[in-house]
């Protein structure tokens, strides 16, 4: 039978769809009540596991205790010079496993908000607000609609780009109580590149080589640095468990042009300075959620506009001189306290730790940057 002859299926009408259940589709799909939702996502949980990090208030550990792989007070950043060390008293560097959360979202949708393991094809936007698409071979159409389909990174834009691996270590390791989170005794020829390590327990370790520059690395790249970090740290496998790959945007990602309203990291979610996302798609998530309950369905923006420009001024400041960034990092670490850090990194930071942050800074190459604005 031709596709002409064939019957039209019938449409399922909806009150909202959410295109791609992970981190902002599936947060949001959780908090939705009495209305009739679907969340489309194609891949399981542990298909998309890796580590999720924040630094979380007191509430935040609580809420997330369930799904945490590891939370330390303390974190530090190392160079060439020395260290610095933070120890917090209101925040705790968190990682979460991304697999428990999504796992603990889909378990917790509410009746009538259904998830549907598939792709959607085909979306279609309505004149007015929301519209249609298909997914696993039926047809859907909602009166609002929320894309978080990861946004296209253009090749020649600066991006986070990282490869890690968990590992059993063969001895216990020093200080497990230490998160580190930039070491930059690393091969800077090629960007700004540092190792990244969170004790998991005093036999294992997560420990990523994290690259900040335009162009992505041969993935044996990565591994060769990892293989030389753990070398001078005096660390010996026992056991790889893991290995995972990533690459975060760091300048404006461009929207998709479907008239479909985006969420998560396509809403423009990720830092782009640090590359961290998960808090501030919290913060837009719940704002929206609130929103839809009584009846306002704007998509909230996840980050100031005033934060994103000066994110862009540091940015540019790295993709001119990319040589300056360890010591525009460790400058940072180094004026701020332990939870003025967690602050400015969490997007919250006082004027008072801009002003230290800022005084920290090498005037001329901001300044450069600020006036090419
Ligand atoms: C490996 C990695 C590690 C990261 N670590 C951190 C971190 O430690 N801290 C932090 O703050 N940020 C981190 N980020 C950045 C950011 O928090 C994550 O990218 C986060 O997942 C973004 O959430 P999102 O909901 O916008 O997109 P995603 O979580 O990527 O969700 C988009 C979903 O859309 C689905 N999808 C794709 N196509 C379709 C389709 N046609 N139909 C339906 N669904 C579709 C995908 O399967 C995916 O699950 C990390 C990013 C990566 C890639």
Same mark, same amino acid.
């Not at 007191?58 to 260290?83: A, C, I, P, R």
């Not at 540092?194 to 162009?215: G, W």
């Given at each position: 039978?031709?596709?002409?002859?064939?019957?039209?299926?019938?449409?399922?009408?909806?009150?909202?769809?959410?295109?791609?259940?992970? =981190?902002?589709?599936?947060? #949001?799909?959780?908090?939705? %009540? *009495? +209305?009739?939702?679907? &969340?489309?996502?194609? /891949?399981?949980?542990?298909?998309?596991?890796?580590?999720?990090?924040?630094?979380?208030?007191?509430?935040?550990?609580?809420?997330?205790?369930?799904?945490?792989?590891?939370?330390?007070?303390?974190?530090?950043?190392?160079?060439?010079?020395?260290?610095?060390?933070?120890?917090?008293?209101?925040?705790?560097?968190?990682?979460? =496993?991304?697999?428990?959360? #999504?796992?603990?979202?889909? %378990? *917790? +949708?509410?009746?009538? &908000?259904?998830?549907? /393991?598939?792709?959607?094809?085909?979306?279609?936007?309505?004149?007015?607000?929301?519209?249609?698409?298909?997914?696993?071979?039926?047809?859907?159409?909602?009166?609002?609609?929320?894309?978080?389909?990861?946004?296209?990174?253009?090749?020649?834009?600066?991006?986070?780009?990282?490869?890690?691996?968990?590992?059993?270590?063969? =001895?216990?390791?020093?200080?497990?109580?230490?998160?580190?989170?930039?070491?930059?005794?690393?091969?800077?020829?090629?960007?700004?590149?540092?190792?990244?390590?969170?004790?998991?327990?005093?036999?294992?370790?997560?420990?990523?080589?994290?690259?900040?520059?335009?162009?992505?690395?041969?993935?044996?790249?990565?591994?060769?640095?990892?293989?030389?970090?753990?070398?001078?740290?005096?660390?010996?496998?026992?056991?790889?468990?893991?290995?995972?790959?990533?690459?975060?945007?760091?300048?404006?990602?461009?929207?998709?042009?479907?008239?479909?309203?985006?969420?998560?990291?396509?809403?423009?979610?990720?830092?782009?300075?640090?590359?961290?996302?998960?808090?501030?798609?919290?913060?837009?998530?719940?704002?929206?959620?609130?929103?839809?309950?009584?009846?306002?369905?704007?998509?909230?923006?996840?980050?100031?506009?005033?934060?994103?420009?000066?994110?862009?001024?540091?940015?540019?400041?790295?993709?001119?001189?990319?040589?300056?960034?360890?010591?525009?990092?460790?400058?940072?670490?180094?004026?701020?306290?332990?939870?003025?850090?967690?602050?400015?990194?969490?997007?919250?930071?006082?004027?008072?730790?801009?002003?230290?942050?800022?005084?920290?800074?090498?005037?001329?190459?901001?300044?450069?940057?600020?006036?090419?604005?």
């Amino acid at each position: 039978m031709s596709s002409l002859n064939k019957p039209a299926a019938a449409s399922i009408d909806l009150d909202i769809a959410i295109i791609g259940g992970g =981190s902002a589709g599936i947060t #949001l799909a959780s908090k939705l %009540n *009495n +209305l009739s939702a679907v &969340v489309i996502e194609p /891949r399981t949980p542990t298909e998309r596991d890796c580590s999720w990090a924040l630094w979380a208030d007191s509430s935040q550990t609580t809420q997330f205790s369930s799904v945490t792989k590891g939370s330390w007070q303390q974190w530090k950043l190392v160079d060439q010079d020395g260290e610095v060390v933070h120890n917090s008293n209101q925040y705790r560097y968190t990682s979460l =496993s991304s697999a428990k959360y #999504l796992t603990a979202c889909e %378990n *917790n +949708l509410a009746n009538g &908000v259904e998830l549907i /393991r598939a792709a959607a094809e085909d979306i279609v936007a309505a004149p007015n607000d929301g519209g249609s698409f298909t997914a696993a071979g039926k047809h859907y159409s909602a009166a609002h609609i929320y894309d978080s389909r990861p946004p296209v990174i253009a090749a020649d834009s600066l991006k986070q780009h990282f490869l890690g691996w968990e590992i059993r270590t063969k =001895s216990p390791i020093t200080d497990p109580q230490i998160a580190t989170l930039m070491d930059f005794r690393v091969d800077q020829s090629r960007g700004l590149h540092f190792i990244y390590a969170l004790p998991f327990s005093d036999r294992r370790l997560l420990v990523e080589s994290t690259m900040i520059s335009t162009r992505l690395e041969d993935k044996d790249w990565y591994r060769q640095a990892i293989g030389d970090w753990l070398k001078l740290q005096n660390i010996e496998i026992e056991e790889t468990l893991a290995e995972e790959a990533g690459v975060i945007p760091m300048a404006t990602v461009s929207r998709r042009d479907n008239g479909i309203a985006c969420i998560g990291a396509a809403s423009g979610a990720v830092r782009l300075s640090s590359g961290y996302a998960f808090t501030g798609i919290q913060a837009q998530v719940n704002k929206l959620a609130q929103g839809i309950s009584t009846g306002d369905y704007h998509v909230p923006a996840p980050i100031p506009s005033a934060l994103i420009s000066m994110d862009k001024i540091f940015n540019r400041v790295l993709v001119a001189q990319p040589e300056l960034g360890v010591g525009v990092m460790m400058g940072t670490a180094k004026a701020l306290s332990a939870d003025g850090f967690a602050r400015f990194m969490l997007g919250s930071a006082t004027w008072k730790d801009w002003a230290k942050v800022i005084l920290a800074m090498p005037k001329v190459p901001f300044l450069k940057q600020v006036f090419k604005s």
